[in-house]
T-cell receptor
Framework: DSGVTQTPKHLITATGQRVTLRCSPRSGDLSVYWYQQSLDQGLQFLIQYYNGEERAKGNILERFSAQQFPDLHSELNLSSLELGDSALYFC?????????????FGPGTRLTVL | GDSVTQMEGPVTLSEEAFLTINCTYTATGYPSLFWYVQYPGEGLQLLLKATKADDKGSNKGFEATYRKETTSFHLEKGSVQVSDSAVYFCALSRGPGGSYIPTFGRGTSLIVHP
């Protein structure tokens, strides 16, 4: 158990809909990262937050947004969903804004868009 | 930009065989290098890391040496077990002066037969 929790574990929705994925980092970790894992694209970094502020952006679509709250949990919002958004979404946390520290990954949310 | 290239899988071995999974990278400066492992149905977890040239990371019988001259960080294990069956990801990240965006390889699936 990494100490990172993600909800829900599975999510099935339709095209055009909007969903919210939630992540609680390990106790004491200030940095949260979001990743998308799909068979054809591999593991793609989406975005990083550090202590409530956006720190780095990767391959995140404009339809996607994220935020980190004062209690350090984070939410990833996916809107106008398309079939291609079906993937595993991972959250990871670390205890520093510097990404060369170890990241602790949650179990993931499997999103299926029908 | 930064990139990580791993050998394509799956790698299929018999129990007690020797394992090598190749990883090479492209990055400016002096990145830190990591191997993460993903067991079926779980998130990624750090297996080992090395933060400077000639460092050797090791854990659970796995080893990898940071070779700056060949820009490589190959993963090795002398005798694999069925329980080592998983997907292995090579990754790099750059500290001060770097982009702070972590870069992962596409992953190499390892299947170990009894």
């Amino acid at each position: 158990d990494s100490g990172v929790t993600q909800t829900p574990k599975h999510l099935i929705t339709a095209t055009g809909q909007r969903v919210t994925l939630r992540c609680s980092p390990r106790s004491g970790d200030l940095s949260v990262y979001w990743y998308q894992q799909s068979l054809d694209q591999g593991l793609q970094f989406l975005i990083q937050y550090y202590n409530g502020e956006e720190r780095a952006k990767g391959n995140i679509l404009e339809r996607f947004s994220a935020q980190q709250f004062p209690d350090l949990h984070s939410e990833l919002n996916l809107s106008s969903l398309e079939l291609g958004d079906s993937a595993l979404y991972f959250c990871a946390s670390s205890n520093s804004g510097r990404d060369y520290n170890e990241q602790f990954f949650g179990p993931g949310t499997r999103l299926t868009v029908l | 930009g930064d990139s990580v290239t791993q050998m394509e899988g799956p790698v299929t071995l018999s129990e007690e065989a020797f394992l090598t999974i190749n990883c090479t990278y492209t990055a400016t400066g002096y990145p830190s290098l990591f191997w993460y492992v993903q067991y079926p149905g779980e998130g990624l977890q750090l297996l080992l890391k090395a933060t400077k040239a000639d460092d050797k990371g090791s854990n659970k019988g796995f080893e990898a040496t940071y070779r700056k001259e060949t820009t490589s960080f190959h993963l090795e294990k002398g005798s694999v077990q069925v329980s080592d069956s998983a997907v292995y990801f090579c990754a790099l990240s750059r500290g001060p002066g770097g982009s702070y965006i972590p870069t992962f390889g596409r992953g190499t699936s390892l299947i170990v037969h009894p």
